[in-house]
Structures are given as C-alpha cells and as structure tokens.
C-alpha cells in the first residue's frame, strides 16, 4: 500500500518535470511512507526517499528503513528548514 503512494509521487514527478517533493506534515507524511512520527519530513525524489527525523525517534527510524530499503533515515539536529 505504501509503496503505491511513493510510486505515484514518483509518477507526479516525472509528469510534471520536478526534480524533488518535500512533505513537512506529519500526517501526509504518515501516509506516504508508514512511519507515525511527531517529527517527520520526506525528501522524495527519483533516485531517493530520505526520511528526516530527531533523535527522540532514531530507534524507530532505523527499524523502519531497515524494514522498508527504499526509504534512508537520515538525523537531523538543527530545524529541518535550516538544514534544506
């Protein structure tokens, strides 16, 4: 089911020529990707899907991408925009 949502972004991204989507709210990006973090942002693009998140959910974040290979956690320790 998940795998369907991030297809279908990825199709949206190559209809419409982006090259990345960025989803900042925890409850789209719940859907997209399955992982339910209070602290969540999705870089998607054609070659990656990077899963932000904070320490507070590291041991959640590996489990999860370890579960789910398309995804890469990747921490952050500064705010997300700051970062991009």
Known sequence: ???????LIKQYLKEDNLKYILVTNEVTARYVSGLSSS??????????????????YRSAA????????QWQFVEININVFTLI
């Open 1 to 7: 089911m998940f795998e369907t949502r991030l297809e």
């Open 39 to 56: 602290n969540i942002f999705l870089l998607i693009s054609s070659r990656r899907n990077l899963l932000f998140t904070d320490f507070r």
């Open 62 to 69: 590996n489990s999860f991408c370890k579960k789910n290979p």
